[in-house]
């Protein structure tokens, strides 16, 4: 079984200032994590994902996000918030012996402040 | 541009209808999903297809809910005598072949159902 936890539905952060969105998971096997992003009425977006290479990732916007296995964590980061950054993100974990099935996250809405 | 495309983008209609969806993959990804996303949540997954064949179905997915993909191409999502707890935006996704967990599901813009 998999599940993903995602801490704070409701980020607000200020344009310039550091954004962290945080993701824990579980999982039986070792698995894929990814983040994608959400604008209203939209379809999501692949932000970036871990794949067992790196623990360090980077995407696209500049986002990126770090596992850690120890934590069980795939925490996002941005070092400078944009109005543009403004939407829904969602983690998500996939196994490494499935077809790409999905297991996502309650998402965290980030409101960015001039 | 030659993204997920999903029809209708909305739809409103009375309890008890039915109603379909279609969605139109990526040409050449063999692998269709289809999620469900309500008010605050993410999107859960509601059954998965590879070619025409569906491999998984959801508990999500009641006998009320039917999912076709003739020919492998693009695949229908119905409901049948709708319920207002049926009211969400689904999603469909598509991936390309191979690399099992790892490979990235590009999503539609989804289509949104209310039930009145």
């Known amino acids: 079984a998999q599940s993903v936890t995602q801490l704070g539905s409701h980020v607000s952060v200020s344009e310039g200032a550091l954004v962290l969105l945080r993701c824990n998971y579980s999982?039986?096997?070792?698995?894929?994590l990814f983040w994608y992003v959400q604008y209203p009425n939209q379809g999501l977006q692949l932000l970036l994902k871990?794949?067992?290479?790196?623990?360090l990732v980077k995407g696209i916007n500049g986002f990126e996000a770090e596992f850690k296995k120890s934590e069980t964590s795939f925490h996002l980061t941005k070092p400078s918030a944009h109005m543009s950054d403004a939407a829904e993100y969602f983690c998500?974990?996939?196994?490494?012996?499935?077809?790409?099935?999905?297991?996502f996250g309650a998402g965290t809405q980030v409101v960015v402040t001039p | 541009d030659t993204g997920v495309s999903q029809n209708p983008r909305h739809k409103i209609t009375k309890r008890g209808q039915n109603v379909t969806f279609r969605c139109d993959p990526i040409s050449e990804h063999n692998r269709l999903y289809w999620y469900r996303q309500t008010l605050g949540q993410g999107p859960e997954f509601l059954t998965y297809f590879q070619n025409e064949a569906q491999l998984e179905k959801s508990r999500l997915l009641s006998d009320r809910f039917s999912a076709e993909r003739p020919k492998g191409s693009f695949s229908t999502l119905e409901i049948q005598r709708t319920e207002q707890g049926d009211s969400a935006m689904y999603l469909c996704?598509?991936?390309?072949?191979?690399?099992?967990?790892?490979?990235?599901?590009?999503f539609g813009q989804g289509t949104r159902l209310t039930v009145v």
């Open positions: 998500a974990v996939s196994r490494t012996d499935s077809w790409g099935k999905l297991q």
């Open positions: 871990y794949t067992s290479a790196a623990t």
């Open positions: 996704a598509s991936s390309p072949p191979g690399g099992g967990g790892i490979t990235e599901a590009f």
């Open positions: 999982s039986s096997v070792p698995p894929y």
